[in-house]
């Protein structure tokens, strides 16, 4: 399901409505934002946006904006506190144990095969609708696999569009029952293709010094 935006918030939706006649696929949004923010020293979800509010807020608002039902799964209570004010959201949180992004991903992937589900990082805070959006109308294109952004150089594994059903949820869930949470031996196990999108937006911070080099 993706609602309407009007041009006033920047987002170019030429073309999407025939891509949606032709993909009958629900699609929800899915923000994963439970990570230790070890290397950072603090939870990088918290961090101050330089455009107002906090990298988590900044971004569920642009999500927003797509019109999206979206959930966002966290281990941490203040991020519900945050978010409590915002109408459509809603906060999963997360159970332990707590074992990467990987098996959150297998805790949310709706179990309907007309569902997909666009799911991106709580540390991409230059990413904006428009480019969402982007990512949205390439998956569109060929919704029977998933579409991954790269920034030109590499894949960015944790913001994508993925459909459900066979073979996404059986490889996840074969994997997840291995022992194996890497993201990208998942990905590599099931049809993909990578979406070019503004490296600019796609940045993202692991450490302090990252955070610096952001920033200016």
């Known amino acids: 399901m993706v609602a309407v935006v009007t041009a006033g918030n920047g987002i170019c939706l030429s073309g999407i409505n025939d891509c949606r006649r032709r993909?009958?696929?629900?699609?929800?949004?899915?923000?994963?934002?439970?990570?230790?923010?070890?290397?950072?020293?603090?939870?990088?979800?918290?961090?101050p946006h330089p455009s107002g509010g906090l990298w988590l807020t900044a971004l569920v608002d642009q999500v927003r904006l797509l019109g999206l039902p979206l959930q966002v799964v966290s281990r941490h209570p203040a991020h519900a506190d945050q978010l409590a004010d915002r109408?459509?959201?809603?906060?999963?949180?997360?159970?332990?144990?707590?074992?990467?992004?990987?098996?959150?991903l297998g805790r949310v992937l709706p179990g309907t095969p007309a569902e997909a589900?666009?799911?991106?990082?709580v540390d991409m805070p230059r990413l904006s609708a428009a480019v969402l959006q982007q990512l949205i109308n390439?998956?569109?294109?060929?919704?029977?696999?998933?579409?991954?952004?790269?920034?030109?150089?590499?894949?960015?594994?944790?913001?994508?569009?993925?459909?459900?059903?066979?073979?996404?949820?059986t490889r996840l869930a074969e994997q997840l029952a291995r022992g194996e949470r890497r993201w990208m031996a998942w990905l590599a196990s099931v049809p993909h293709r990578p979406v070019v999108l503004p490296s600019q937006a796609l940045l993202n911070a692991n450490c302090p010094e990252d955070l610096a080099a952001l920033m200016a």
Not at 27 to 39: D, I, K, N, T, V
Not at 117 to 121: D, Q, T
């Open 138 to 169: 390439a998956w569109y294109e060929k919704p029977d696999q998933i579409a991954v952004a790269q920034d030109g150089k590499r894949l960015q594994p944790l913001l994508a569009v993925i459909p459900t059903g066979e073979p996404f949820q």
């Open 23 to 47: 993909c009958a696929l629900m699609l929800c949004a899915c923000l994963f934002s439970g990570g230790e923010s070890r290397r950072m020293g603090q939870d990088k979800a918290l961090l």
């Open 87 to 104: 109408p459509g959201v809603t906060v999963v949180q997360e159970p332990p144990p707590w074992q990467g992004p990987l098996q959150a």
């Open 117 to 121: 589900l666009l799911v991106l990082p």
